[in-house]
C-alpha cells in the first residue's frame, strides 16, 4: 500500500527493499488508495509522491489500453494512476466484481446492487450472464476494478 503521506515514504522504501531481495520469488506491485472505501476517488497523490515512487515505473506491466485498430499499449499499476488513465465513466464496462461480507452480504462493486445469501441462496446461480453497463463513474481505482474489460463508445 502506498500512502500519500510523506512521514511514511521511508518506511514503505524500507519494506520493499526488504522484499525485493526475494526476487522473482515474490509477485510485487504498488496499491493506491481511495478514502474510506470509496473506490471512484483516489487520495490526493502530489507529483512529488510520483517522483518519490518512481522505482515501481519500471515494474511489470499486465494493464492492456487497445485501440480499434488492434494497437496495445501495456501499463502497469504506477503508470495507470500516474498518468490519471483511471475515467472510465460512459465507457461500456463488463463488471462481474462481486464482494461478499461475512454476513452473506453480496455486494455488486459499482453499482449500488446488494443482495443477501440468506434470503437468496441462488443469487450467483440466477446470473444468466454478464452484459455491458455503462461506467456512472469519473474514476475506477479499485485495483481489481481495473482488471475488469472496459470499453470506450463511440460517442463517448
Keep these: ?9 521511508q518506511k514503505t522504501h524500507d519494506f520493499v527493499d526488504q522484499l525485493e531481495k526475494y526476487g522473482d520469488r515474490i ?3 504498488p496499491h493506491f488508495l481511495y478514502p474510506d472505501g470509496d473506490v471512484h476517488k483516489l487520495e490526493n497523490y502530489s507529483e512529488r509522491f510520483y517522483k518519490e515512487f518512481e522505482r515501481f515505473k519500471d515494474y511489470p506491466d499486465y494493464f492492456t489500453f487497445e485501440d480499434k485498430l488492434g494497437n496495445k499499449k501495456m501499463y502497469n499499476d504506477y503508470n495507470i494512476f500516474e498518468n490519471e488513465f483511471t475515467n472510465f465513466k460512459n465507457w ?3 463488471n462481474n466484481n462481486y464482494e461478499i461480507s461475512y454476513t452473506g452480504v453480496v ?13 437468496n441462496p441462488f443469487f450467483f446461480r440466477d446470473i444468466g450472464r454478464v452484459c455491458a453497463v455503462s461506467c456512472p463513474h469519473t474514476s475506477c481505482n479499485c485495483d481489481g476494478l481495473l482488471k475488469i474489460f472496459k470499453e470506450k463508445k463511440q460517442n463517448a
Design 27 to 29: 509477485n510485487i506491485h
Design 92 to 94: 461500456d464496462c463488463w
Design 1 to 9: 500500500m502506498l500512502h500519500y503521506n510523506e512521514k511514511l515514504w
Design 107 to 119: 455486494h455488486r462493486v459499482c453499482f449500488e446492487e446488494r443482495k443477501d445469501l440468506l434470503t
